[in-house]
């Protein structure tokens, strides 16, 4: 008899072949990350970052990891997501041994793995070659990760009820991206805009990641902070998570 675990593993491997089949795919989630993070660098440079405590790099390297969240696990997995609804893919698993959670799991597991192995990588580049130095509260800066995969991948799966084909992925899943590139900390600090509108940004679903991964690697915020950021990423997550086993759909649109 198999276990949840073989399962998902199974699924996870299945997942990476097909993953690194499409390699317009596999492109997108290993170098896009990366180079929308050398693209920006030289507009990081040139803002006014003496009220947030960061340099160019710190915010560079950090702002990399939240790019890295919504590229490889949100965007990817959406694709992914609506592509194995539209195959039967889903629908067949289903009639077998795993669960619905572990269907899903499964498939997110690649994406996931992949996200996970860049973020490291970022943070061993930021601590080696740009002297950002090692994390200064590791805890924090997994718990932002966690929330992270766990409300990005929730988010995904709840973006495929709108999503008809692959194709309307790039259009379903601009809102987010958009918003969390622009208002959640990737780009341009919190610190640097007016007080209410970073007061409003704080709210958008990767903000309190974006928080919790610079307060775990780079220091320099309170507890009643970190509590704040914990308190509005489950304020995102539990919901998500919910709105997924009611409205997720396992048949092909038509």
């Known amino acids: 008899m198999t276990t949840p675990t073989g399962r998902v593993t199974a699924l996870g491997r299945a997942e990476l ?56 696990v949100y965007y990817n997995l959406v694709t992914a997501y609506v592509a194995r609804r539209e195959e039967l893919v889903l629908k067949r698993l289903r009639t077998g041994e795993p669960t619905d959670l572990e269907i899903l799991a499964g498939t997110a597991l690649p994406a996931v793995a992949i996200a996970l192995a860049q973020c490291m990588a970022l943070v061993a580049s930021g601590a080696l070659l740009l002297d950002l130095g090692a994390p200064r509260r590791p805890d924090l800066l997994v718990a932002g990760l966690a929330l992270g995969v766990v409300l990005l991948a929730a988010l995904a799966a709840l973006s495929t009820v709108i999503t008809r084909n692959v194709e309307l992925a790039q259009i379903t899943t601009l809102p987010l991206l958009v918003l969390s590139i622009a208002g959640s900390g990737l780009l341009i600090p919190l610190d640097t805009m007016p007080d209410l509108l970073a007061n409003l940004c704080r709210l958008l679903p990767v903000s309190p990641v974006m928080e919790l991964v610079r307060a775990g690697w780079l220091g320099g915020v309170g507890a009643h902070d970190v509590l704040g950021a914990l308190g509005t990423a489950l304020a995102w997550t539990v919901p998500a998570v919910f709105a997924v086993r009611r409205w997720f759909r396992w048949e092909p649109r038509r």
């Open 17 to 72: 072949t097909l993953l690194w089949r499409n390699r317009t795919a596999m492109l997108t989630a290993l170098l896009l990350p990366f180079g929308m993070v050398a693209m920006l660098r030289p507009t990081i440079a040139q803002m006014d970052l003496g009220r947030t405590g960061l340099d160019a790099n710190a915010v560079s390297i950090s702002g990399g990891i939240g790019f890295v969240l919504v590229i490889v």
